[in-house]
């Protein structure tokens, strides 16, 4: 352990000349403001292209970027008595990156204060990883406030609760991680953590991946396999190169929400399109649906193929392959530690998944669309079981190939 938690090429002195309080809170200004600059931005730029200026005014496109920002932080819109609550995913995905890079940054910054390592050892008591989130934080959710404020209006008011809530979320859950694993303090702290601990959050993130990453493949092929009626809804809305190009980034906001949809798809209980409908693999039950490019990848009405009801073996395999990429990491002879491993693992990314889920849908419109997204409940139930069997089955797997890959003892030689 090294005897101070300075970043590389810094030395402690260096670390401790800027004060943290101006360290966090400029961190918090910088990454709420460069995301809004960015759909300020896009919005005014679709603004010009769709008619030149002509209609409108400037304040109005910065308002619709400024919208678009807050719903990226969960704040919905309520458009003439109209609720519209869904969440672009894809936003909040690029929100997470960026304050993730700037807690990263912060927690380098803020290395040099507080104890060093070795009082931490010694029990001293460090608060510069809270006092630096809250104040990274506390910025952050007033920049968010602020924009809210200026862009309620009337016939559009976002819920200011919702907001704050979403940015302490992100903020303190992906910005506080950043400043722990940047200042050194996290790998102080795991490494206090039994291995059996770290080895299953190691698990669940791999399951969790690769449970994603087979969602997405599934909803690609499904969209391919449909890719003309994809393009027949975009030429029936009429848009020209602006509109059309601006569309296009509306829609890659919500590609995140999609790839969630096929996950609870493949999980079994699958996701509504509107109040009364039902996608899963083995009933689809849908009515009209919005012109929308990425509602091609639905399956037709009626009875299902035999085959699909099978495509629920998918998140075990996966949940199994995952943990048995993990073990990897750290591999165990163990049975009952490598069948603990993948369990929990599988568990607790099935509980992740159950919250992905939670957030992926909500309304979308008037009538029917106020009620679209997976079946939270069932989807984290059936996430826990196959996950977690996943997990097992590939636990066993990866201890028994260690367990296979040992050396053989020498026998012994009576004299």
């Given at each position: 352990?090294?005897?101070?938690?300075?970043?590389?090429?810094?030395s402690p002195a260096e670390t401790n000349r800027r004060p943290l309080t101006l360290l966090a809170t400029v961190a918090g200004l910088s990454a709420a403001a460069s995301t809004l600059a960015v759909c300020l931005g896009l919005?005014?730029?679709?603004?010009?292209?769709?008619?030149?200026?002509?209609?409108?005014?400037?304040?109005?496109?910065?308002?619709?970027?400024?919208?678009?920002?807050?719903?990226?932080?969960?704040?919905?819109?309520?458009?003439?008595?109209?609720?519209?609550?869904?969440?672009?995913?894809?936003?909040?995905?690029?929100?997470?990156?960026?304050?993730?890079?700037?807690?990263?940054?912060?927690?380098?910054?803020?290395?040099?204060?507080?104890?060093?390592?070795?009082?931490?050892?010694?029990?001293?008591?460090?608060?510069?990883?809270?006092?630096?989130?809250?104040?990274?934080?506390?910025?952050?959710?007033?920049?968010?406030?602020?924009?809210?404020?200026?862009?309620?209006?009337?016939?559009?008011?976002?819920?200011?609760?919702?907001?704050?809530?979403?940015?302490?979320?992100?903020?303190?859950?992906?910005?506080?991680?950043?400043?722990?694993?940047?200042?050194?303090?996290?790998?102080?702290?795991?490494?206090?953590?039994?291995?059996?601990?770290?080895?299953?959050?190691?698990?669940?993130?791999?399951?969790?991946?690769?449970?994603?990453?087979?969602?997405?493949?599934?909803?690609?092929?499904?969209?391919?396999?449909?890719?003309?009626?994809?393009?027949?809804?975009?030429?029936?809305?009429?848009?020209?190169?602006?509109?059309?190009?601006?569309?296009?980034?509306?829609?890659?906001?919500?590609?995140?929400?999609?790839?969630?949809?096929?996950?609870?798809?493949?999980?079994?209980?699958?996701?509504?399109?509107?109040?009364?409908?039902?996608?899963?693999?083995?009933?689809?039950?849908?009515?009209?649906?919005?012109?929308?490019?990425?509602?091609?990848?639905?399956?037709?009405?009626?009875?299902?193929?035999?085959?699909?009801?099978?495509?629920?073996?998918?998140?075990?395999?996966?949940?199994?392959?995952?943990?048995?990429?993990?073990?990897?990491?750290?591999?165990?002879?163990?049975?009952?530690?490598?069948?603990?491993?993948?369990?929990?693992?599988?568990?607790?990314?099935?509980?992740?998944?159950?919250?992905?889920?939670?957030?992926?849908?909500?309304?979308?419109?008037?009538?029917?669309?106020?009620?679209?997204?997976?079946?939270?409940?069932?989807?984290?139930?059936?996430?826990?079981?196959?996950?977690?069997?996943?997990?097992?089955?590939?636990?066993?797997?990866?201890?028994?190939?260690?367990?296979?890959?040992?050396?053989?003892?020498?026998?012994?030689?009576?004299?």
């Amino acid at each position: 352990m090294t005897a101070t938690l300075s970043p590389p090429g810094l030395s402690p002195a260096e670390t401790n000349r800027r004060p943290l309080t101006l360290l966090a809170t400029v961190a918090g200004l910088s990454a709420a403001a460069s995301t809004l600059a960015v759909c300020l931005g896009l919005a005014l730029l679709g603004w010009f292209l769709a008619d030149g200026g002509i209609h409108g005014a400037p304040r109005d496109a910065l308002r619709a970027g400024g919208l678009g920002w807050l719903m990226g932080h969960g704040s919905g819109v309520t458009v003439q008595g109209v609720a519209i609550t869904a969440v672009p995913l894809g936003l909040t995905l690029l929100f997470g990156v960026v304050v993730w890079r700037f807690g990263l940054r912060l927690g380098e910054q803020v290395a040099g204060h507080g104890p060093d390592a070795d009082a931490l050892s010694d029990g001293d008591r460090d608060w510069t990883v809270p006092a630096a989130t809250g104040l990274f934080a506390a910025t952050y959710v007033v920049v968010a406030v602020f924009t809210a404020v200026l862009c309620g209006t009337g016939d559009l008011s976002p819920d200011l609760n919702a907001v704050m809530l979403w940015s302490l979320a992100l903020t303190c859950g992906v910005g506080g991680t950043g400043v722990a694993i940047g200042s050194g303090r996290a790998s102080i702290w795991l490494s206090l953590a039994p291995p059996a601990v770290r080895a299953s959050l190691h698990a669940a993130w791999s399951v969790v991946l690769a449970f994603l990453v087979a969602a997405a493949g599934v909803f690609v092929v499904a969209l391919a396999l449909d890719f003309g009626a994809a393009m027949n809804v975009m030429s029936q809305l009429h848009l020209d190169t602006g509109d059309g190009l601006m569309f296009v980034v509306l829609v890659l906001t919500v590609v995140p929400n999609a790839v969630i949809f096929s996950g609870a798809y493949l999980l079994g209980p699958g996701f509504l399109v509107g109040t009364g409908t039902l996608v899963s693999p083995s009933l689809v039950a849908i009515g009209p649906v919005p012109m929308f490019p990425l509602l091609a990848a639905l399956p037709d009405t009626g009875p299902t193929p035999a085959w699909t009801p099978a495509l629920i073996v998918l998140p075990v395999l996966c949940a199994a392959a995952g943990v048995v990429r993990s073990h990897r990491h750290s591999p165990t002879a163990a049975w009952d530690e490598g069948a603990l491993r993948g369990v929990v693992g599988g568990v607790l990314a099935g509980l992740l998944f159950g919250l992905l889920a939670a957030v992926a849908g909500g309304a979308v419109g008037p009538g029917r669309m106020t009620d679209v997204g997976p079946l939270v409940s069932e989807v984290l139930w059936h996430g826990i079981v196959s996950l977690g069997a996943g997990g097992l089955l590939g636990g066993l797997l990866a201890t028994w190939w260690t367990r296979r890959s040992l050396p053989e003892e020498a026998p012994t030689v009576d004299s």
